[in-house]
């Protein structure tokens, strides 16, 4: 108001010019903003990572004894009935006395 008060048209119109670019900046920077939450809001979040659970089956295998039922690397034998083989000699109860 200064400058069209003082005569100076050409100090008012500068100024009105860089208030009107300030004002598209900040609307530029308002619909960019806009625009990305809009963006986050409809994106869906991805899956949670699977969690570990009992009955998974690298998990059964791994956490079942060795004996156990259903387990793949279980010997058919539990390991106090196995049979003496030829390169081991059998325990001392029972060799013949």
Do not use: F, W
Not at 13 to 20: N, S, V
Not at 22 to 42: D, K
């Amino acid at each position: 108001m200064r400058a069209i008060n003082t005569n100076n048209p050409d100090a008012a119109y500068r100024l009105i010019d860089a208030t009107h670019l300030a004002l598209h900046t900040e609307r530029t920077t308002h619909a960019e903003v806009a625009n990305a939450l809009t963006t986050l809001s409809t994106t869906p979040s991805p899956p949670p990572p699977p969690s570990p659970s009992a009955n998974s089956p690298t998990e059964s295998a791994s956490t079942q004894p060795p004996s156990a039922p259903g387990n793949p690397q279980a010997s058919s034998t539990p390991p106090a009935t196995k049979q003496a083989t030829a390169s081991t000699p059998p325990p001392p109860s029972a060799t013949p006395k």
